[in-house]
T-cell receptor
């Protein structure tokens, strides 16, 4: 059981480039989300999805797009990379947004924008 | 006031010590509470959920005080392997535009020394 798989693990982009961070889960979880983690800031929610075809913005959505065409996949797109997007990105999933639902995280993508 | 506040530490303790972490949250409508553990350069993983009645898992005890909006984690007989960052996490329904999403504290770093 792979859980939540993120690719790539590391990426360096030039300012202005676009790219997609991939996230897949094999636990049939309805709820998926993307966070970024910066030193001294903790994890902040970028976008989330409560099911296939449904997405919504989190705390810091600017500069990012998401889609959820299947239950398993939830890619995060950087439209035009900026140095401020240098961060560690985590994808997470849980079986619901119900009370005490555990979130499972991918191993993270370390992104550097130069 | 931040949604979830924690003492950032670091807490440097000897093996065998008892250490307590505290956390406060601002939204009285919060319904679910957790402690996650994050090892250096790794993803967060659920340590334990926190219930109103308090709960214990081996050397770890979590307490919730809804009236004071306060969560605690007690680690007894600290081990070297307990060295990590401990994240206080709240899942609040109907909180702004992010229903049911996880709100993370910035984490408290624990270093257990021989």
């Amino acid at each position: 059981n792979a859980g939540v798989t993120q690719t790539p693990k590391f990426q360096v982009l030039k300012t202005g480039q676009s790219m997609t961070l991939q996230c897949a889960q094999d636990m049939n979880h309805e709820y998926m989300s993307w966070y970024r983690q910066d030193p001294g800031m903790g994890l902040r929610l970028i976008h989330y999805s409560v099911g296939a075809g449904i997405t919504d913005q989190g705390e810091v959505p600017n500069g990012y797009n998401v889609s959820r065409s299947t239950t398993e996949d939830f890619p995060l797109r950087l439209l035009s990379a900026a140095p401020s997007q240098t961060s560690v990105y985590f994808c997470a999933s849980s079986y619901s947004i119900g009370v005490q639902a555990e979130a499972f995280f991918g191993q993270g993508t370390r992104l550097t924008v130069v | 006031r931040k949604e979830v506040e924690q003492d950032p530490g670091p807490f440097n303790v000897p093996e065998g010590a008892t250490v307590a972490f505290n956390c406060t949250y601002s939204n009285s409508a919060s319904q679910s509470f957790f402690w996650y553990r994050q090892d250096c350069r790794k993803e967060p993983k659920l340590l334990m959920s926190v219930y109103s009645s308090g709960n214990e898992d081996g050397r770890f005890t979590a307490q919730l005080n809804r009236a004071s909006q306060y969560i605690s984690l007690l680690i007894r007989d600290s081990k070297l392997s307990d060295s990590a960052t401990y994240l206080c996490v709240v899942n609040a329904f109907n909180y702004g535009g992010s229903q049911g999403n996880l709100i993370f504290g910035k984490g408290t770093k624990l270093s257990v020394k021989p």
